[in-house]
């Protein structure tokens, strides 16, 4: 099983919820989401797909909260990143890519395709309530096309693994548990 991280104004509580379940997982975190970690919790995959300013990311992960197989995920051959998803040979048709849906459904996506049973998504709630890192700011503003994309995920066979426990993610694929 895998957690992923994203930045919606949820992590801390959305983690902490987890935590109490004590699971068995690796951890998968989007952006600036390892930052919200409690001490002791440590990246397995780290993905980030929004553009240049990834690439600063990738490149300064911090040595407390990686490991030595921290595979760093995108799109593309990027300087910094691990694992190139766009390349010949990949499971999705990249004609029907459903991940423009967010990073979170990029890790998603690449958790299943590398043969975790399930995933749990925490600060992912796709709305527009902020980002935990500024608590009193508002958005991103997601467009019909990222809801679109989840609804489509949510109709898919590989929809019943993945579970959230916030937000628009939780309304459509259901808590975690529940």
Not at 7 to 28: C, E, N, P, Q, W
Not at 83 to 101: I, R, T
Not at 131 to 138: A, L
Not at 156 to 169: C, P, Q, Y
Request: hydrophobic share 40%.
């Amino acid at each position: 099983m895998v957690l992923i991280t994203g930045d919606g104004s949820t992590l801390k509580d959305d983690i902490a919820k987890f935590l109490a379940m004590r699971l068995d997982h690796d951890v998968y975190g989007i952006a600036r989401s390892y930052q919200a970690y409690p001490s002791g919790m440590r990246l397995d995959h780290w993905a980030d797909v929004d553009g240049e300013q990834s690439i600063w990311w990738a490149e300064h992960l911090p040595p407390d909260k990686i490991q030595p197989h921290t595979m760093r995920h995108t799109l593309g051959d990027v300087r910094g990143f691990d694992v190139d998803w766009n390349v010949d040979g990949s499971p999705y048709d990249m004609s029907e890519v459903w991940w423009h849906g967010s990073t979170a459904l990029f890790a998603v996506l690449t958790s299943l395709a590398m043969g975790y049973d399930r995933a749990i998504l925490a600060g992912c709630p796709l709305d527009e309530n902020g980002h935990w890192y500024f608590p009193d700011s508002t958005g991103p503003f997601w467009n019909e096309q990222d809801y679109i994309a989840w609804k489509k995920f949510a109709l898919s066979d590989e929809a019943e693994r993945v579970k959230s426990f916030s937000g628009f993610t939780r309304e459509i694929l259901g808590a975690p548990g529940g």
